[in-house]
């Protein structure tokens, strides 16, 4: 069964830091692996999709990796800035008779002004 | 393009009470599902079609229905609602899973209490 951790649950940095999101997942034969952003009582926004032929995505001030081989993804936020205080969450693409999600349970970053 | 939607934002039930919650897309996405959304749980997949006329089950089934009459709908029927459905649901969708890319896309969510 699959299962998709990240580490921390909690960060919080002070406002133009880079810093980096962690999700590791323990069956790498996962299809696609998407990055979300949740703000406080809303819902889900795409951030980045990384198809499993990929090794990076960018948009922005974000970049996402993903290396099957270790099973782990990593969301890269450059330039840190209060408006990116939310709830990250990272989530696989597993094709097990049809397409669902398997998700994380989230990173939530507070930047500091 | 409105997206996803999703109706009511919020709902209070008393036990044993029915409701549907609507949900919506106009991208003509053949894939739809609904995820509850828990403290401690994350996201976890009630159930989900593949186009109209196509529902199967996903992680948490019980005590709810579903149907897809049309591409664009796909509600959620409580069937007699219980504490433990106290939650926030979410409606997904994206392109069919046979397609190379495809993206999922959610709604605003339904907050729903069960007294």
């Known amino acids: 069964k699959q299962e998709v951790t990240q580490i921390p649950a909690a960060l919080s940095v002070p406002e133009g830091e880079n810093l980096v999101l962690n999700c590791s997942f323990t069956?790498?034969?996962?299809?696609?692996l998407q990055w979300f952003r949740q703000d406080p009582g809303k819902g889900l926004t795409s951030l980045l999709l990384i198809q499993s032929s990929q090794r990076e995505q960018t948009s922005g001030r974000l970049n996402a990796s993903l290396d099957k081989s270790s099973g782990r993804s990593t969301l890269y936020i450059a330039a840190s800035q209060p408006g990116d205080s939310a709830t990250y969450l990272c989530a696989d693409h597993i094709i097990q008779g049809a397409q669902k999600l398997v998700f994380g349970q989230g990173t939530r970053l507070t930047i500091n002004p | 393009n409105a997206g996803v939607t999703q109706t009511p934002k919020f709902q209070v039930l008393k036990t044993g009470q029915s409701m549907t919650l609507q949900c919506a897309q106009d991208m003509n996405h053949e894939y739809m599902s609904w995820y509850r959304q828990d403290p401690g749980m994350g996201l976890r997949l009630i159930h989900y079609?593949?186009?109209?006329?196509?529902?199967d089950q996903g992680e948490v089934p019980n005590g709810y229905n579903v149907s897809r009459s049309t591409t664009e709908d796909f509600p959620l029927r409580l069937l007699s609602a219980a504490p433990s459905q106290t939650s926030v649901y979410f409606c997904a969708s994206s392109s069919h899973p046979a397609r190379l890319f495809y993206e999922q896309y959610f709604g605003p969510g339904t907050r729903l209490t069960v007294t």
């Open positions: 069956d790498s034969a996962i299809y696609n």
């Open positions: 079609s593949v186009g109209a006329g196509i529902t």
